[in-house]
């Protein structure tokens, strides 16, 4: 691990080399479950950017992808409600709509955007995350296609944030408790773009 990552990351907890094999295994079942079918990719910004990039180079399925931009308010707020940052600019009526996220902890987000997609009126409707945190499960929100499950742990990389920082680590790591002593990290700061 780089020295400047080093103070702040206690433990990696996925390696490049294993998050490379399993988003390489994800996009061939995908590629078998939708063979045929026209796909239309609708990840969250901004923490599925990494995972999002290498598993499109091992979907081989003709697809379009439309980004949705969700940004949640947590404790001081309004808990739980979802602020639409970016919306849907493609029909999704009646289209394959497969929904990407980074992480599934408490399901809040993923619950609204669900219910909000369904309402949309795809022909079929699956979400894909590649971290799910099920001790965390407030929602009884569940995703089709599941990277990896991992314990109840603050990690970032690969995507995933802190105070929208270390998105660009290569691997998943612990944040280093210290970093957020006390405060209810996944919920900090009080308005976050997932
Ligand atoms: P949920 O609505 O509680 O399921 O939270 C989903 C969002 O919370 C994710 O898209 C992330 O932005 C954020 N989140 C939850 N757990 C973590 C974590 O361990 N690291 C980084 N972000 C997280
Ligand atoms: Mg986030």
């Not at 003709?62 to 970016?86: E, I, M, N, Q, W």
């Not at 920082?165 to 700061?189: D, K, M, S, T």
Request: hydrophobic share 45%.
């Amino acid at each position: 691990m780089p020295r400047l990552w080093q103070a702040d990351i206690q433990t990696v907890l996925l390696t490049e080399r294993r998050i490379r094999r399993r988003v390489r295994e994800l996009a061939g079942e995908l590629t078998r479950d939708y063979a045929g079918k026209d796909l239309l990719v609708v990840p969250l910004l901004t923490g599925t950017l990494m995972f999002l990039a290498d598993l499109l180079r091992h979907l081989t399925l003709p697809l379009r992808l439309d980004f949705l931009g969700v940004s949640s308010y947590g404790a001081g707020t309004v808990s739980g409600h979802l602020v639409l940052t970016k919306e849907l600019r493609l029909e999704a009526q009646g289209r394959h709509v497969l929904l990407v996220d980074d992480i599934l902890d408490t399901g809040r987000t993923l619950a609204e955007v669900q219910a909000r997609m369904a309402a949309l009126g795809p022909q079929s409707l699956r979400t894909c995350v590649l971290l799910d945190k099920p001790a965390r499960r407030r929602e009884p929100v569940q995703a089709d296609y599941v990277g990896f499950v991992i314990p109840d742990l603050f990690v970032v990389g690969y995507g995933l944030d802190y105070a929208e920082r270390y998105r660009n680590l290569p691997f998943i790591g612990v944040l280093h408790p210290r970093l957020y002593q006390g405060q209810e990290v996944a919920r900090q700061p009080a308005a976050e773009e997932t």
